[in-house]
């Protein structure tokens, strides 16, 4: 234990610096933030993630937020165990008819304002399981959301930019 | 090399029902159970000789005779046929709906002296997948607990009706997105079993490779995630940091960190690149540097293995009667691993050690996975020296029209054993797929092995055995 405590302290700080905001994300969250809850959240957002029927593969890479190099909580950023809790809901998956309810429930739960981040290509339209009578397909279809994000799965960094580019607009 | 295809044979009912009187005593080892209009299907294997084989049985009226009626581990995916399929199993114990959610579900009674129930779920505290758990407790003690499952089905069997190989084999690798690599290589090995194909030498050498890092990535995640679930944080960044390079080794081979459709069939969408070779030797290098003082920390950290070991424990009786696969399995003294039996190139020709444990316990779990890494490192290692040249993809095409064909594979994932079943019609159209993911089998033996534990010590449980909902949900 010694020996690991001490090599973390020598080799230094192993955090990357943080990607570019992604301009595409703060154009669509342009005209979809409202003004007046700026000031009430200062630089800090708290995420409640929902996974609404994923592969598991967007849960991978949202897991990997929390890792050495990427750190999220570094930012403001921080995922918490309720939705009571949160700023903002992360949400993946081609909304399982299964999940419908719990999602809308956990939305319910939510206190304003509130965003929500529809992450991965099922969260948008369904992906490769649209169309398929088990599933509702894309977020959109159950709440309104902010942001989406790209990718099956969206990288690492690809989720830090569009998080970014969420806290850039609600605290500017 | 083409797959070793399962022989199917189309049985009587006798024959069925003597099926399951031989799971019952144990002379059999359930793998599969699924259904299509008209008939239900079940994959064995026979534990003295290995032998597999798919018995299929005519569903007159829509019924066949239940299996889990004698052998508890056929309950859930029977109840799973009834739900997408609509064929009645005679005699199943548990009718309630599994995968279809509507109306009220009722949870089984606990009955006892100052019982309380704690429901958890679908919606998980951490970032993890949508599921609903039942505790009846007294106390801080687990009594009973009651999973429900089904929050992520998203009707792929359904999907797959009709679909094109392509897209199909997309299908098949978003079916649990931790084992990508492992279902799009068994989707592969079925399909390439159906349609006779021979895949070039170095696709399954490098479909291999793929796999052990999968492994890899896998196992270094949940172990990390098991310390974090005891409070140990250090070591989770430690393993967040391993299975981070992993991913980013592979994104660099292969384009992709979960290297998510790679293995297609007829080879692999991509070869390994020029620097591929040195910067997977980099990575186990860096491993292999690395990993020895970890696991010397989990080994002699008190406060750590005072909640691991003796927690969570799988009896070896439960393994065996489940067919459990993988760490689970392994845990639990059952000594079975796909790579191995029935087995499948390359691993024929490569050398490695199945670990085998008896103790059942979340420590167990963790040391079956500490020697599973080593393995991994060393197969890598094997594979680059032994990678065989030439081409990594041949075209997937029916050869001669031969109307219907099928194939089975079994597959060795990070958590055990994933079997497919195919049948292909004309133009390589899917008539009928089933992809089982080990987790129907190991599910069911979690409920087992939180009971006596207390409520704070089912997370350490259940991420040691860190059963996939998508897969089993389907």
């Known amino acids: 234990?010694?020996?690991?405590?001490?090599?973390?302290?020598?080799?230094?700080?192993?955090?990357?610096?943080?990607?570019?905001?992604?301009?595409?994300?703060?154009?669509?969250?342009?005209?979809?933030?409202?003004?007046?809850?700026?000031?009430?959240?200062?630089?800090?957002?708290?995420?409640?993630?929902?996974?609404?029927?994923?592969?598991?593969?967007?849960?991978?890479?949202?897991?990997?937020?929390?890792?050495?190099?990427?750190?999220?909580?570094?930012?403001?950023?921080?995922?918490?165990?309720?939705?009571?809790?949160?700023?903002?809901l992360l949400v993946t998956g081609p909304v399982t008819v299964n999940m419908r309810e719990a999602l809308e429930r956990t939305y319910l739960a939510t206190p304003d304002p509130k965003w929500v981040i529809a992450a991965g290509d099922c969260a948008r339209d369904g992906g490769v399981f649209a169309g398929s009578h088990a599933c509702v397909g894309g977020v959109s279809r159950v709440l309104p959301v902010d942001l989406h994000i790209r990718g099956c799965p969206p990288s690492p960094v690809v989720l830090l930019k569009g998080l970014l580019a969420l806290l850039e607009s609600v605290a500017a | 090399?083409?797959?070793?295809?399962?022989?199917?044979?189309?049985?009587?009912?006798?024959?069925?029902?003597?099926?399951?009187?031989?799971?019952?005593?144990?002379?059999?080892?359930?793998?599969?159970?699924?259904?299509?209009?008209?008939?239900?299907?079940?994959?064995?294997?026979?534990?003295?000789?290995?032998?597999?084989?798919?018995?299929?049985?005519?569903?007159?009226?829509?019924?066949?005779?239940?299996?889990?009626?004698?052998?508890?581990?056929?309950?859930?995916?029977?109840?799973?046929?009834?739900?997408?399929?609509?064929?009645?199993?005679?005699?199943?114990?548990?009718?309630?709906?599994?995968?279809?959610?509507?109306?009220?579900?009722?949870?089984?009674?606990?009955?006892?002296?100052?019982?309380?129930?704690?429901?958890?779920?679908?919606?998980?505290?951490?970032?993890?997948e949508p599921g609903h758990f039942r505790f009846t407790a007294n106390g801080e003690t687990i009594v009973r607990?009651?999973?429900?499952?089904?929050?992520?089905?998203?009707?792929?069997?359904?999907?797959?009706?009709?679909?094109?190989?392509?897209?199909?084999?997309?299908?098949?690798?978003?079916?649990?997105?931790?084992?990508?690599?492992?279902?799009?290589?068994?989707?592969?090995?079925?399909?390439?079993?159906?349609?006779?194909?021979?895949?070039?030498?170095?696709?399954?050498?490098?479909?291999?490779?793929?796999?052990?890092?999968?492994?890899?990535?896998?196992?270094?995640?949940?172990?990390?995630?098991?310390?974090?679930?005891?409070?140990?944080?250090?070591?989770?960044?430690?393993?967040?940091?391993?299975?981070?390079?992993?991913?980013?080794?592979?994104?660099?081979?292969?384009?992709?960190?979960?290297?998510?459709?790679?293995?297609?069939?007829?080879?692999?969408?991509?070869?390994?690149?020029?620097?591929?070779?040195?910067?997977?030797?980099?990575?186990?290098?860096?491993?292999?540097?690395?990993?020895?003082?970890?696991?010397?920390?989990?080994?002699?950290?008190?406060s750590l293995k005072d909640r691991t070991v003796g927690t969570g424990i799988l009896s070896p009786a439960l393994a065996r009667q489940f067919a459990a696969g993988g760490f689970i399995g392994r845990a639990s003294g059952r000594n079975f691993d796909a790579r191995r039996t029935p087995g499948y190139a390359p691993y024929d020709r490569l050398k490695f050690e199945v670990p085998v444990v008896q103790a059942g316990d979340v420590n167990a779990r963790v040391w079956i996975r500490i020697r599973e890494i080593e393995q991994s490192l060393a197969l890598v290692e094997q594979i680059l020296t032994q990678l065989p040249s030439g081409s990594f993809r041949t075209p997937v095409a029916i050869k001669v029209e031969t109307g219907v064909r099928e194939g089975v594979a079994l597959v060795e994932g990070f958590r055990g054993d994933i079997l497919a079943w195919i049948r292909v019609g004309p133009e390589e159209r899917i008539e009928r797929a089933h992809l089982r993911d080990p987790s129907w089998f190991q599910w069911p033996l979690l409920e087992a092995a939180v009971e006596g534990n207390i409520v704070a010590d089912f997370p350490l449980c259940n991420k040691s055995f860190n059963c996939s909902y998508s897969g089993h949900d389907l």
Not at chain 2, 250 to 256: I, S
Request: charged content about 25%.
């Open chain 1, 1 to 88: 234990m010694r020996r690991l405590l001490f090599k973390s302290f020598v080799q230094g700080l192993l955090t990357e610096p943080a990607p570019a905001i992604d301009d595409a994300a703060l154009a669509e969250l342009a005209a979809r933030v409202n003004q007046a809850s700026h000031k009430r959240l200062g630089r800090a957002l708290s995420i409640r993630e929902v996974d609404a029927g994923s592969c598991n593969g967007c849960e991978l890479e949202i897991h990997a937020l929390g890792n050495v190099l990427y750190d999220l909580e570094r930012f403001g950023l921080r995922f918490v165990a309720s939705p009571r809790h949160a700023d903002v």
């Open chain 2, 1 to 128: 090399m083409a797959s070793l295809n399962w022989p199917r044979s189309i049985v009587r009912r006798e024959d069925w029902e003597r099926a399951a009187v031989r799971l019952q005593a144990g002379e059999l080892s359930l793998f599969g159970l699924w259904g299509e209009p008209r008939h239900a299907h079940m994959a064995v294997m026979e534990r003295e000789t290995n032998a597999c084989t798919v018995l299929s049985v005519a569903c007159d009226g829509n019924r066949f005779p239940s299996v889990g009626r004698l052998h508890p581990p056929a309950i859930r995916p029977e109840r799973a046929i009834r739900d997408l399929v609509g064929l009645e199993p005679e005699g199943l114990p548990d009718t309630r709906a599994w995968l279809r959610h509507d109306g009220s579900y009722q949870f089984l009674p606990a009955q006892g002296e100052s019982l309380h129930q704690i429901p958890v779920g679908p919606v998980h505290a951490g970032i993890i």
């Open chain 2, 145 to 302: 607990l009651e999973e429900r499952l089904g929050y992520t089905h998203k009707g792929v069997d359904s999907l797959m009706v009709g679909a094109s190989t392509e897209r199909a084999a997309a299908l098949a690798g978003r079916i649990s997105g931790d084992s990508t690599v492992a279902f799009s290589l068994t989707f592969a090995q079925a399909l390439e079993a159906a349609l006779e194909i021979e895949i070039p030498p170095r696709a399954v050498w490098l479909r291999a490779l793929l796999a052990e890092l999968e492994r890899l990535a896998n196992h270094f995640g949940d172990i990390g995630a098991i310390c974090n679930d005891a409070a140990f944080a250090i070591l989770h960044a430690q393993f967040g940091l391993l299975r981070e390079q992993v991913l980013r080794t592979a994104d660099a081979c292969f384009g992709h960190r979960l290297m998510m459709d790679r293995v297609v069939p007829g080879g692999l969408l991509c070869d390994l690149p020029g620097d591929g070779e040195r910067r997977l030797r980099t990575l186990i290098a860096q491993v292999r540097k690395d990993l020895p003082d970890l696991i010397e920390v989990y080994d002699n950290t008190a």
